[in-house]
């Protein structure tokens, strides 16, 4: 055990200065926006002085070296900085009122999408390994091509497409579900879930595909080795052959799959909370980008990062331990 | 009478499928097995044993269909059974020993679930009983350790006791008939003659009829009632092993037995002052930290072939690696020519590097499969000799025609398009290419079917008298080494056991690992293993397990 110790330390490490790398290139990509949030905040009637005096509140007239060590050891000690928009003009943001600093800001934000992206997998993840399972057993078979067909075209259409999609059948057709999903804080579980419902099904359709085609093609992949044949040639049922003896030595490509399409659900998923109206991390994130409130940004995009990271290394080490090899050393 | 007949296969055909034809296996070959039978079945490779092995269980891989003929097991018509009672009857009553027990034991899952998956699913058996029953199974194969080897993963058990596991899983339901397809052959000769005998003592305690599947003919002698020896997918002959060791009738079947005459003419004893070509001196060896090789030292010297033999890991190969320069040694020296070579490969010059060349083991994976022939053999030719043009390509030519390959047939081809022997043939056209004193054989003809083997053989033995090559001929195959050597260097554990011409090392009193070495080749006697066993003091391997419990 104490060569996979070695093994999940190094990936640890590793992840630590991708996370670092990643700091630097989300400041400096953040800070060649255009404009800055001294000129949008004041618009048309912008004087030069009165850009000049909020950019000295803010500590924009630093270079921006010193604005990066100032954040970066900031972010160390837990301190995602102030938003712009809150600390001046707390009554001018869009965003949630009351709260002083960016983490108190983006907590509940943040809340909300992981409970969107954990349903979402919930039913996403075993709904797309059943399928490929069953793809791979009934191979080129009228079953397999329409799975394919399906999952294809929904991963091809974009995700408001779909979005809209489902909310003329499944809430203005059929009414089973809202159409809106404004969930808030002390809302009951049964109740959140049901407005969550949507947008979580609409990002399955979006996710399946991946994870549905590499479980299918990682299963096949091992359907030509001579313990597969061994197993046929043992008298086991086909299901049994596939799913004792082939799923366990397809785990680790089906694992890393799994782990880059829950990373997009919590990354990448803007577009549909804006279509149901749920008020996630993502609408935060475009918000302050249109404001140029660069702390919010910045802590968003390394929230992003490291969900990103966690989730790979997660995978990387759960492919590892997926492997008898390194798990029970000679 | 007829109901003694437990597998009757009449006029099958067989076809494979590649590039969108079929093209013919087996053409109409008769197999007929009684119980408690065992058939060996023998033959080059791409002689369709295996598939016709397979066609018995009433099985066949992909791109493979039976396109005529009957197959009945026990009565029962098992190309018109459905799937529901074919798989009644796979691992139940026919069960199967694959060449790889490494690769045929899925990797994920402990050996005795792997064992106790057939008794359960088939209701043969409850969970427990059939563990105590592999046990008991392990223990009759004299695999060490019996009540506990069964909890470890494939990975954790060698090779030899993995292959003696899965003759125990095919045990499991006590199966009326086993296919045992090639199932020593990629085991050491010491390893082999455990397992044949533990196979053999099983298959006669359970009375089960086996087909025995090998290219070897002195193993198929030891373990066979019948022998059927089929060639490029037709019967040659089929007799009583007995009777077909000693009086075969087919030509074919003469030639295979006449393959192993090929010996080389003695060479006189070397020069006591002269400068051996190739040198190894107390050469060690590490993977990473793991020490490989300790101590290694032998000379190899002109015109001569130095045969390293020793088992998988021995550190055969290590030390070719070692002298190449690939593998650095951690002490010690490589002299060529009395000259002490740069450890690292990177740091010989061009010149050094020209006179040491490889020729591996696996030809298929060594040639560019993207190059033609003339351009494989070509780069060595540009690169160390420098030539250009239609030089380069007259130089390319007479390879060719050394080899005995016409050019302007072989030229264009690609490696894809050639038979094992001539993809061989141009892995050491293009180790000539550099106009080397010294060519390191690594295991060249291991992959070969005998005949073909000996073709490669004589054309190295005659490359040899032509150029005066220096020849290091890595093998395991004892019969190699007797065919071509003149010194031999024996190898264990990374250390050089026992060295000497090679006429010594065949005359007693030899080391004992030699011995051992020596002893466990299989020999075409019938009795050989009988024999051997009670020599070594173990007559029934099966009543000595017992004894012991």
């Known amino acids: 055990m104490g060569n996979v110790l070695t093994i999940i330390l190094q990936r640890l490490a590793l992840g630590l200065l991708t996370l670092l790398i990643v700091s630097i290139v989300i400041f400096i990509a953040v800070n060649l926006l255009p404009g800055d949030f001294a000129q949008s905040i004041l618009g048309q009637g912008a004087t030069p002085e009165a850009v000049a005096s909020i950019r000295e509140d803010l500590g924009l007239d630093q270079p921006m070296v010193t604005r990066y060590f100032q954040w970066l050891g900031g972010v160390l000690q837990g301190d995602l900085g102030t938003s712009f928009a809150q600390a001046n003009f707390a009554s001018f943001s869009g965003t949630t009122s009351g709260a002083t600093t960016i983490a108190e800001q983006i907590a509940p934000r943040f809340g909300n999408t992981m409970f969107l992206a954990m349903i979402t997998a919930a039913i996403a993840v075993p709904f797309s390994i059943i399928l490929g399972i069953l793809a791979a057993l009934y191979r080129n078979t009228v079953f397999d091509r329409a799975t394919n067909i399906f999952t294809l075209s929904s991963i091809s259409s974009p995700e408001f497409f779909l979005a809209y999609i489902l909310i003329l059948f499944l809430a203005v057709l059929n009414p089973i579900f809202p159409s809106l999903s404004n969930i808030f804080e002390g809302m009951p579980f049964s109740e959140r879930l049901e407005k969550s419902m949507l947008p979580a099904l609409t990002l399955t359709l979006v996710v399946t595909a991946h994870m549905m085609r590499m479980t299918r093609a990682a299963i096949i992949n091992l359907l030509a080795s001579p313990y597969i044949e061994m197993a046929r040639l043992k008298g086991l049922s086909p299901m049994r052959v596939i799913v004792k003896h082939a799923l366990p030595n397809a785990l680790a490509p089906i694992i890393n799959v799994i782990a880059l399409n829950l990373a997009y659900l919590i990354t990448g998923v803007v577009v549909v909370e804006v279509v149901f109206v749920y008020p996630g991390i993502g609408q935060l994130f475009v918000d302050s980008v249109k404001i140029r409130d660069i702390p919010v940004v910045q802590a968003c995009c390394l929230i992003f990062a490291t969900a990103f990271i966690l989730l790979n290394l997660t995978a990387d080490i759960m492919s590892i331990l997926s492997n008898p090899r390194l798990r029970h050393p000679k | ?549």
Not at chain 2, 349 to 361: A, F, P
Not at chain 2, 394 to 417: F, N, T
């Open chain 2, 1 to 549: 009478m007829s109901d003694d007949i437990l597998v009757k296969m009449r006029d099958v055909w067989l076809e494979g499928r590649s590039d969108e034809t079929w093209n013919p296996i087996i053409n109409g070959v008769d197999l007929t097995l009684k119980k408690g039978e065992v058939l060996g079945l023998i033959g080059e490779s791409g002689a369709g044993k295996s598939t016709l092995g397979l066609a018995a269980m009433g099985y066949t891989r992909d791109g493979v269909k039976i396109s005529k003929g009957t197959v009945e097991f026990d009565g029962i018509d098992l190309l018109t059974a459905s799937a529901a009672v074919k798989r009644e009857l796979l691992g139940k009553r026919i069960a199967y020993v694959a060449q790889s027990a490494a690769a045929s034991f899925n990797p994920a899952h402990k050996l005795m679930d792997q064992h106790v998956e057939g008794p359960v699913q088939h209701g043969v058996m409850g969970k427990g009983e059939s563990e105590e029953d592999g046990m008991e199974l392990y223990r009759k194969l004299r695999l060490p350790n019996p009540d506990q080897i069964g909890f470890r993963y494939p990975h954790q058990v060698s090779g030899g006791q993995l292959q003696r596991c899965m003759t125990a899983m095919a045990m499991s339901c006590r199966p009326d008939l086993i296919i045992f397809d090639e199932p020593t052959t990629a085991l050491d000769v010491t390893t082999q003659i455990e397992v044949l005998a533990s196979i053999r003592d099983i298959v006669e305690q359970f009375n089960t009829a086996a087909i025995y599947i090998t290219h070897d003919l002195a193993v198929v002698a030891q373990m066979a009632d019948t022998i059927k020896v089929l060639l490029k997918g037709d019967e040659v002959e089929t007799a009583d092993t007995r009777t077909m060791l000693s009086a075969p009738t087919q030509e074919y079947t003469k030639s295979l037995w006449a393959v192993r005459s090929f010996e080389r003419p003695l060479k006189p004893a070397v020069n006591a002052g002269s400068v051996p070509v190739v040198s190894v001196q107390n050469v060690d060896a590490a993977y990473g930290t793991v020490p490989v090789l300790h101590d290694v030292s032998f000379d190899l010297h002109e015109g001569r072939t130095v045969a390293v033999v020793g088992e998988s890991g021995s550190g055969k190969s290590t030390t070719a690696r070692c002298i190449t320069g690939l593998l650095p040694p951690t002490a010690g020296q490589i002299m060529v020519d009395g000259e002490v070579m740069p450890p690292d490969y990177r740091k010989r010059s061009k010149d050094q590097l020209r006179q040491v060349q490889m020729i591996y083991q696996m030809a298929d994976t060594a040639l560019n499969p993207r190059m033609s022939i003339g351009q494989i053999i070509a780069r060595p030719v540009e690169f160390y000799l420098g030539l250009k043009g239609a030089e380069k390509r007259k130089k390319v030519d007479a390879l060719l025609e050394q080899i005995e390959l016409e050019p302007s047939q072989y030229y264009h081809r690609l490696p894809s398009e050639l038979s094992g022997g001539q993809k061989q043939r141009i892995g050491i056209a293009r180790a000539l290419a550099a106009e080397p004193k010294f060519i390191i054989c690594d295991e060249v003809t291991s992959a070969l079917d005998q005949l073909v083997a000996e073709g490669i053989l004589r054309l190295l033995a005659r490359l040899q008298d032509e150029l005066s090559l220096t020849y290091m001929f890595i093998t395991h195959d004892l019969a190699t080494v007797r065919a071509i050597a003149d010194e031999v260097v024996v190898m264990k554990d990374g250390r050089v056991v026992e060295q000497g011409p090679k006429v010594e090392m065949f005359t007693p009193p030899h080391h004992a690992y030699t011995d051992l070495l020596l002893s466990s080749v299989p020999e075409m006697d019938p009795d050989w293993l009988t024999n051997l066993l009670t020599e070594r003091g173990v007559d029934n391997i099966g009543d000595a397990a017992v004894d012991k419990m």
